[in-house]
């Protein structure tokens, strides 16, 4: 993983091979990424309010972003 500080990414794409399944684009996003089962596994958690992703993170078993 390249060292991009993440805290300034507030766009996500998501592209497969028909092209673009999902974005967002809100300015005020928080971008959070999760690698799990040996980093076979990438969750990403777009939120505007970081409480909020927090608590999903944590319901989801990502209790350290």
Partial sequence: MNSTDL???TRLE???ET???YTNWHPDNRITLSFQDGNRTLKVFVGRDSQ???NTMEAEGD???
């Fill in 63 to 65: 209790a350290n972003p």
């Fill in 19 to 21: 092209g673009r399944v």
């Fill in 14 to 16: 998501v592209i497969d």
């Fill in 7 to 9: 805290h300034r990414i």
């Fill in 52 to 54: 909020a992703t927090r």
